[in-house]
């Protein structure tokens, strides 16, 4: 990735600090069970966040399932059957060789570890800080810690990245304790303790009866619901399933705010296609997905598509995109479109003793020339992430403005420019003042517009220009003022966010003008 922009690291935790802070003081996104000093990597979603989140998901819903004719949708469970994650690969690979730094205590994955040639000798500071004391020592497996450069390591150590929980109120603990005691029992009667391992496998065992896990993707479900959406539904291929939901994994490194964190929600579509025609489809997709972005954001230059190199293909890929975003880190990902293969259905169909195919009547088959064609279709998916989709409009959207006050002194407006589909309050009507029947007309206007079925608030605290500031700030794109005008002659202004421009309008003008600005005028 040669053309890839970083800016300095200074620059960009500078621009990741003033959408954090933004986030918490306006009622976005704040770090979970605060009071209790909050929970690393969990963030709940205020006021204003869970309206931006809803309209992000409303938005791809609509382009992926509303405006076409052949996706329908899914809301699985979060929990499923053991086996689907034993057939999918996930119980077993998904995992990750996790190394500890013994200079610096940073935990990190292996993989991702900064790569330096095995033999080159390097330079770090004891303990990680710059004050310590500089040491030396030679890579001998081909990188170093990632935090200090060290290469003083633990051996590398596997890590299932699913959360694991007990399902039903049994005390497998109670089990495990009664396990031990038996077997310690038995070393007097001359039987010898378990080695480590064997206890591990036994005590895994146990837990494992009785486990079941939280899923990691969204995507799995549309694989072993297939039969039932095709038979419940009609649908012919090529034909989707979308599906948008939390999904859960135990990062190691969780980063960038709500860029990585270990409960996350997805937006996910497999689409099913005929074998030999996933090429066209996935071309399709890609160009679809990142039109989708660019659309909503103001800066779509931002937004690129990158190609997996054949080596970095998952073993069931046979191509791959991804979506990838300029952040204030570089470049990196937002969403994935991948080329699946069959696999996922020819996996469940052998473990489940299901046939997960698809029989086109119309169609020859093209191995025995006969009327009818019976195949596992093949899976187009792009999958994107909801929460991650979200810091990426809030960064396209934030932005500074340098202006002049009334007194002549510098002044910078900031404002977020998000689209006015995603805009968590679409319209602001203020009563100049709280008096003179100020309050109630801007309570009627409001009342008008919430008939339209959009968030509509009525705002009277401040002053009139904090409030356009605030309302700036949280990306409301029309503020409609009630002022004294109002009452001789029904008018009223309408502001407009990006220009900070106003217009004087009758009330009902007012409401179309609005109304059309968002999209919503009657058709
Ligand atoms: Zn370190």
Same mark, same amino acid.
């Given at each position: 990735?040669?053309?890839? +922009? ?33 929970? +690393? ?33 899914? /809301? ?218 660019? +659309? ?50 020819? =996996? ?87 008096? /003179? ?78 109304? =059309? ?7």
């Amino acid at each position: 990735m040669a053309d890839t +922009k970083i800016n300095s690291n200074e620059d960009s935790n500078q621009l990741v600090q003033k959408i954090v802070s933004l986030c918490k003081r306006r009622g976005f996104v704040f770090q979970s069970s605060e009071i209790y000093g909050g929970l +690393k990597s969990c963030y709940d979603y205020g006021p204003l966040g869970v309206e931006l989140k809803r309209n992000i998901a409303q938005a791809w819903w609509d382009s992926m399932v509303y405006e076409r004719e052949d996706v329908v949708g899914l /809301d699985a469970s979060i929990m499923m059957h053991p086996k689907v994650w034993e057939t999918s690969g996930h119980l077993a690979g998904f995992s990750d060789p996790l190394v500890d730094c013994l200079n610096c205590k940073e935990r990190f994955r292996a993989d991702k570890a900064t790569k330096v040639d095995v033999g080159t000798t390097v330079e770090f500071y004891q303990g990680g800080k710059s004050s310590g004391k500089k040491l030396t020592g030679v890579c001998d497996r081909g990188y170093v810690c990632p935090q200090c450069g060290s290469t003083l390591l633990s051996k590398e150590r596997s890590f299932n990245l699913m959360f694991r929980a007990g399902f039903g109120p049994i005390d497998y603990i109670g089990q495990i304790v009664e396990d031990i005691e038996k077997k310690v029992a038995s070393i007097k009667d001359g039987g010898s303790f378990p080695d480590s391992k064997t206890l591990r496998d036994s005590i895994e065992s146990v837990i494992n009866k009785n486990a079941v896990f939280l899923r990691p993707e969204t995507a799995q479900a549309m694989f072993v619901q297939f039969l039932n959406v095709v038979q419940s539904t009609s649908m012919h291929i090529p034909f989707g399933i979308a599906q948008c939901g939390k999904s859960f994994r135990n990062e190691i490194v969780t980063e960038h705010f709500i860029f990585r964190s270990c409960e996350f929600e997805q937006m996910e579509l497999e689409y099913f296609v005929e074998p030999g025609t996933q090429a066209q489809y996935l071309d399709y997709w890609k160009n679809t997905r990142i039109e989708w972005y660019r +659309k909503l954001a103001n800066k779509p230059d931002n937004f690129r598509l990158r190609r997996h190199d054949k080596d970095e293909l998952a073993h069931y890929s046979d191509d791959c995109y991804d979506i990838e975003y300029l952040y204030p880190w570089g470049w990196d990902e937002l969403e994935g479109i991948a080329s699946r293969t069959d696999y996922d259905l020819s =996996k469940h169909s052998k473990a489940s003793n299901t046939k997960l195919s698809y029989f086109d009547l119309q169609k020859q088959d093209p191995n025995t020339g006969k009327q009818g064609y019976r195949y596992i279709p093949y899976v187009i998916e792009p999958s994107a992430g909801l929460t991650r989709s979200l810091l990426c409009f809030l960064l396209d959207a934030y932005t500074e403005e340098v202006g002049v006050d009334a007194n002549g002194n510098e002044k910078t407006r900031v404002l977020l420019k998000l689209s006015p589909k995603l805009a968590p309050i679409k319209v602001a009507v203020f009563p100049l003042v709280k008096k /003179d029947g100020l309050p109630e007309r801007a309570r009627k206007i409001a009342a008008a517009l919430r008939k339209r079925r959009i968030n509509v608030v009525c705002d009277d605290n401040q002053s009139i220009g904090k409030r356009y500031a605030k309302h700036d700030e949280i990306g409301t794109p029309y503020c409609i003022t009630v002022d004294n005008q109002s009452l001789e002659d029904s008018s009223v202004t309408v502001r407009d966010r990006d220009t900070a421009g106003q217009v004087r309008l009758s009330e009902q003008e007012a409401i179309e003008h609005v109304l =059309k600005g968002l999209g919503l005028e009657l058709i």
